[in-house]
């Protein structure tokens, strides 16, 4: 039995095959270890689509987070940079580590590898190495490919397609292609959205108070810094509040220059005017997670009010936020940012929910409103 890591182990290291001995090379692995010391246990499947952009490492790196969390079949395709040579396959087991038990409860993992080419040509063996009434999930690590044959194939396969828009190459045009996906019924999870929640808590909780909420509906203004690279988690919370407070936007300004200046327009309850503005900030290192929010500002004609909040990252304060001196005026939150946003690590969490995030798409429906504009 190989170590993989603390919290996961191979009962045999990946073993090459061809793609039509899968099955009979999964059960000799079974055959080999008994129930008594292995138990085969499948929950769901999981399809993983990878670009040729994505590391080995990062793929062990998702093999661990996967396994450690529900023992699953795992179905991972990854797209290679070369010549088409066929499809190469490779099959071994994974099992969490569980103190409680003796024996391990195990899930399967399935690798092919080829050129774009081929997997164009052989999706069709996909549903073969599906377990039969199980949900399907797919996660496709690569920004929306609508009308392309593999990805239309592979979400007619599944129950549940996930993203991460912080990969996607053209944010704005990939949020529009999955908020069309939604409109055609596709039941979708997006990892960016769950990075949010810090913010919108921390936001909604500003206007708890009884004496504090009907300020909510005196905001006229709404400044977003995000850093420079991806706008999608700057578009969605955008979204978010615009859906919240019933903001219908009615124009949109894109100015560009360093920082990416957007200006949208909204019309807000009793014909409130509010004016939202989205700045891309440059960063030095922005880490593994590109675009994340960096400050927010609710700022009200009346400077008095109780809408007036700056909220900014634990990890870059507050100093643009708080230029002009409206600090005096405004009560400072800062943001704590889930400590590891990885996109494994939150793919674990999403794996465990079910049925359609209604939040997620009423703030997706109005960041794309504001889109169309």
Not at 236 to 265: C, K, T
Request: aromatic fraction near 6%; charged fraction near 20%.
């Amino acid at each position: 039995m190989n170590a993989q890591s603390n919290s996961v182990v191979s009962l045999q290291a990946p073993k090459d095959v061809s793609v039509s001995q899968v099955e009979a090379e999964l059960s000799k692995i079974w055959q080999s270890y008994g129930e008594n010391s292995a138990a085969r246990a499948t929950t769901f499947n999981l399809l993983v689509y990878e670009p040729a952009t994505v590391g080995a490492a990062s793929r062990m790196a998702s093999v661990d987070a996967i396994a450690s969390q529900s023992p699953c079949r795992v179905i991972d395709l990854v797209t290679l940079d070369e010549e088409d040579q066929g499809i190469s396959a490779q099959v071994a087991a994974y099992c969490p580590i569980q103190k409680t038990r003796s024996s391990l409860i195990c899930g399967e993992y399935i690798t092919l590898s080829g050129a774009k080419r081929a997997f164009e040509r052989v999706h069709s063996i996909l549903p073969d190495l599906l377990i039969p009434d199980l949900p399907v999930f797919l996660w496709w690590k690569d920004s929306p490919a609508p009308n392309t044959r593999m990805f239309e194939k592979m979400v007619n396969l599944s129950d549940r397609l996930i993203v991460d828009s912080a990969t996607f190459s053209d944010s704005e045009a990939d949020l529009l292609k999955i908020q069309s996906m939604i409109q055609s019924s596709t039941q979708i999870a997006d990892l960016n959205w769950q990075r949010l929640a810090p913010w919108q808590e921390l936001t909604a909780q500003a206007f708890d108070q009884p004496d504090r909420r009907s300020a909510v509906w005196e905001i006229d203004g709404i400044t977003i810094d995000y850093e420079k690279g991806n706008c999608t988690q700057a578009l969605m919370f955008l979204g978010w509040i615009a859906s919240r407070l019933d903001w219908l936007p009615i124009e949109r300004n894109v100015e560009g220059g360093d920082y990416d200046i957007q200006h949208i327009m909204f019309e807000g309850r009793d014909g409130i005017k509010v004016r939202a503005e989205l700045a891309a900030i440059p960063v030095g290192d922005a880490g593994e997670v590109i675009g994340d929010l960096i400050g927010l500002r609710l700022t009200a004609s009346n400077q008095n009010s109780d809408a007036c909040n700056v909220f900014c990252s634990e990890s870059t304060g507050c100093m643009r936020m708080e230029a002009g001196g409206v600090a005096q005026n405004y009560r400072v939150h800062q943001v704590s940012p889930l400590s590891d946003q990885s996109a494994d690590t939150l793919l674990g969490q999403q794996l465990q929910r079910w049925g359609r995030e209604v939040l997620y798409e009423e703030s997706l429906l109005k960041a794309s409103r504001i889109l169309a504009l």
